[in-house]
């Protein structure tokens, strides 16, 4: 294979053109420009130019499709093709299995697979794609039930968080009449499901458990959950195979778009700034492939950057809608991509957070971030035994690499691309918080406190 143009390569060509020409030098072309303004880039000795990346059609995919449209991954000597999957099972099969050098995944994916839920596999993740970006979304019947149960403003408008206490009486109504009650996520070990259960389990409506025999996650469960691809989860609810779901954006305001939904609560209310997406790689890939890991990771830091100046989101919209990335009508990307976030038809309020790439160290990925998942997946018995302390710090630093990331982050300082101060000083644990709907404190140097602190799920030594 012939090895990439480089830009000093390119540079001097386009000069020796111009030269050719007939031009001295006093005016510079487009192209010309455009070399010069890239050529800060330090292209590192790349092993792999050519690369194939999955992504399923949310919003929360941008990064990549930034990092490809605005010349990111070229920056970098990178030859990226973006491909969009049909499942998370497809996405983490195809990582798995080297059809895609690297993939848009759930963070709890490759949690997953080196904690010994689901397929096994070693992988990792250089960089979290984003905060926020999801909602709870119910149908038009279920919230005719829970807005009697949901207070006003003094405008007489609903206020939120809504928590899930209000969605108990309808629950209740629903058995009493013989129907399960039933919602959809998007995969087993999603933020989403977690979400989802968090939300519940914080109003004492039992989300249920999983074991090695029942891997549905339904015993004992107040509520039926299901897995639905996101872009299905507006037409499932519509059929009334659902009653609610859990998803990512654009399919909370698609609901609200085709009127048969309304969502009622986001993910930043359930857990304030929360990681959602993140990059992976496997493990092999990695050893094979270092330079081309950081390469890849500093196109996204970028692209997140990018992504995170409100200047840029009318044209993220606009390349978010195109039929290769995510294929939402622009109104129903913009609802939440510029700021805003609807409810009910015509209830739009402010939500800068709601989708967040760049800012709150959005793109780092943070060893206390990954252990809540653990802590998630253990509390509702997708790891089946009790683990030690020890069992959680070592886990997420085989799958978390913040070394990476910081690799990457060090040479776009050098090269003026982003800021020192957007580098956290962290030996990659936040501090404790209580940002949660229902006020309870997460320090992930204590997962198996954090764990016994819920009157629902599981119970460790």
Not at 86 to 92: D, E, Y
Request: charged letters at 25%; glycine letters at 8%; aromatic letters at 10%.
């Amino acid at each position: 294979m012939n090895s990439p143009i480089t830009k000093s390569t390119l540079l001097l060509s386009v000069v020796l053109l111009l030269f050719s020409c007939g031009g001295k030098g006093s005016k510079k072309t487009t192209s010309e420009k455009e070399v010069i303004e890239t050529s800060a880039t330090k292209t590192l000795e790349i092993e792999k130019p050519q690369l194939t990346f999955g992504f399923i059609k949310l919003t929360d995919m941008a990064p990549l499709a930034i990092a490809k449209e605005k010349g990111f991954f070229e920056d970098e000597g990178l030859f990226v093709s973006v491909e969009a999957q049909s499942n998370w099972k497809n996405v983490l099969d195809r990582v798995i299995d080297g059809q895609l050098d690297g993939s848009h995944m759930l963070a709890g994916q490759p949690i997953a697979a080196g904690a010994g839920f689901g397929r096994q596999a070693a992988l990792v993740t250089p960089f979290s794609m984003d905060l926020n970006g999801n909602a709870i979304t119910v149908s038009n019947d279920v919230w005719s039930k829970m807005k009697p149960n949901v207070q006003k403003d003094a405008d007489g408008k609903r206020i939120h968080p809504i928590k899930a206490d209000a969605l108990k009486p309808v629950i209740d109504e629903y058995r009493s009449n013989g129907k399960a009650f039933k919602m959809g996520m998007v995969f087993p070990v999603s933020t989403h499901n977690y979400e989802i259960r968090y939300w519940l389990a914080a109003a004492g409506i039992h989300p249920g458990m999983y074991t090695s025999d029942h891997v549905q996650g339904q015993i004992d469960a107040d509520v039926l959950l299901s897995v639905t691809p996101p872009p299905q989860m507006p037409a499932t609810l519509e059929a009334g195979t659902i009653y609610g779901y859990c998803v990512g954006e654009p399919w909370n305001q698609q609901a609200v778009f085709k009127g048969i939904g309304v969502p009622v609560v986001t993910n930043y209310d359930i857990w304030q700034n929360n990681p959602e997406k993140v990059f992976v790689m496997t493990k092999k890939f990695v050893e094979e492939n270092p330079n081309t890991a950081i390469a890849v990771t500093k196109a996204l830091i970028r692209a997140g950057k990018w992504l995170d100046n409100p200047k840029n989101r009318a044209e993220a919209v606009k390349i978010l809608s195109m039929s290769q990335y995510v294929g939402a009508d622009e109104v129903v990307l913009a609802n939440s991509m510029t700021g805003t976030f609807e409810y009910e038809k015509g209830d739009k309020r402010e939500m800068p957070d709601f989708n967040v790439f760049y800012k709150h160290h959005a793109t780092y990925p943070f060893y206390s971030d990954g252990i809540w998942f653990l802590t998630q997946m253990r509390r509702w018995g997708q790891i089946p035994e009790a683990k030690p302390k020890a069992w959680y710090d070592e886990t997420i630093k085989d799958i978390y690499r913040p070394d990476i990331w910081k690799k990457a982050a060090d040479l776009l300082v050098e090269e003026g691309h982003i800021e020192a101060k957007d580098i956290p000083n962290t030996n990659g644990y936040k501090p404790a918080t209580t940002h949660f709907i229902d006020g309870n404190a997460y320090d992930g140097k204590d997962p198996i406190g954090y764990i016994n602190s819920f009157s629902i799920g599981n119970k460790d030594k």
